[in-house]
């Protein structure tokens, strides 16, 4: 009995976090690999394109963030291993079928722009339109960068959510369906979504979650044909048009592409915008001897900088103190190795369950998503 114990407690201890972190990154490869081998068909493991190499080189499948959501719900694995952030593995288990377990190697990997919305503001902001009369032919539109409470909220109310790939589909969507947009929670994807598709700037109006009625106006709320919620993404608020002038100075001819989560005079300057697997396809298509500075993630520039190295295509980032995205970083190979050790153990570590009432709605958004065209 004793000896039962204490090998239980033994294989508790060789499986628990702390004895991977202080090892190596080098020494988690084969780990990682002879683990993912045992484990077979029953596991799949997602990689987003901000993942380190050290993390992606294991993926079954990379992409964007719409491309996973797709492949999310399309496998049959019974485990789905999300090398991302929080709000994407929470998108995998509401779009996942019953008895499919999905993991994120480290719960802290989080999104402090979908951190900027909180449900309960959202409601508050809802109710206070209502009370000006503006919601009965408005849409709640959510980024994909959002909890699975906030999609739930859109789902509900007739809305969807997107992702940047299919912003400008979901805006179309919404308007064939009423006469404004609510849009969570980055506001400079919805200003450029917006923009791009003629509405002008003094027709989107920021709603400030932390000011008193939003801090506006009744009249530019009623006057405005998208609303947008006060959020941002810190990594790409770095990137400044001043970069842009600096990259076209030093290398005449180079292109500039940025992520549509950059600022409004960024993505006014740059030659295209794109979510991240549009970005990796626009390098892939152009011709040799193309420069191209990125307004993304470091990790992603520095990995198509090193693939297209030997092609003859020059690549650089739009800012060169480097933009890191700390949440995505968090994804170590030790927490992967990790995870799927466990699994081999028959152990499921953080695993991301969305409530049951929630899934529901979150699950109306992202089907909407997913039937529109990217
Ligand atoms: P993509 O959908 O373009 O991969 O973007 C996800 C993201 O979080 C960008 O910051
Ligand atoms: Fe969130 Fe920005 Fe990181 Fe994307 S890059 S996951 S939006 S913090």
Not at 59 to 79: I, M, N, P
Request: aromatic residues 8%; contains cysteine; charged residues 20%.
């Amino acid at each position: 009995m004793t000896l039962v114990l204490e090998e239980a407690q033994a294989a508790e201890s060789v499986c628990s976090l702390e004895n991977y972190l202080t090892l190596p990154d080098h020494t988690m490869d084969a780990r990682i690999a002879a683990a993912r081998q045992k484990l077979g068909a029953s596991t799949v493991i997602l990689g987003h394109h901000y993942q380190r190499d050290e993390v992606i080189r294991f993926a079954d499948f990379t992409g964007d963030s719409y491309k996973l959501s797709k492949a999310a719900a399309e496998t049959s694995a019974k485990y789905i291993l999300f090398c991302g952030v929080h709000f994407m593995a929470e998108s995998a288990d509401v779009l996942g079928q019953a008895g499919q377990e999905v993991i994120l190697p480290d719960l802290n990997a989080g999104c402090s722009m979908a951190d900027m919305a909180e449900i309960s503001q959202v409601e508050a902001c809802w109710e206070a339109l209502e009370a000006m009369g503006l919601t009965e032919d408005m849409i709640p539109l959510t980024y994909m960068n959002s909890t699975a409470a906030i999609k739930a909220f859109c789902g509900e109310r007739g809305g969807l959510v997107c992702t940047s790939s299919n912003a400008r589909a979901a805006f179309e969507w919404a308007f064939a369906r009423g006469k404004r947009i609510l849009f969570l929670p980055d506001q400079h994807l919805g200003r450029n979504t917006g923009y791009a598709m003629g509405i002008p700037l003094n027709e989107m109006t920021v709603w400030d979650p932390w000011a008193l009625q939003g801090g506006q106006t009744k009249a530019a709320f009623e006057s405005s044909r998208v609303i947008l919620w006060k959020g941002h993404c810190s990594v790409h608020q770095r990137f400044l048009p001043s970069h842009v002038d600096q990259v076209r100075a030093k290398y005449p001819g180079i292109q500039v592409i940025v992520h549509p989560e950059c600022r409004w005079e960024v993505c006014q300057k740059a030659d295209a915008l794109g979510s991240t697997e549009r970005l990796i396809k626009i390098v892939e298509d152009a011709p040799e001897g193309s420069m191209f500075a990125i307004g993304t993630e470091i990790h992603l520039v520095n990995r198509l900088a090193k693939r297209f190295a030997d092609k003859g295509k020059k690549i650089i980032t739009l800012d060169d103190t480097g933009c890191l995205c700390t949440t995505m970083y968090r994804i170590s190979p030790q927490h992967l190795a990790w995870a799927l050790e466990n699994l081999v153990e028959g152990r499921v570590v953080n695993q991301i369950k969305v409530r049951r009432n929630v899934k529901h709605w979150a699950r109306v958004a992202l089907d909407r998503m997913l039937e529109i065209k990217g």
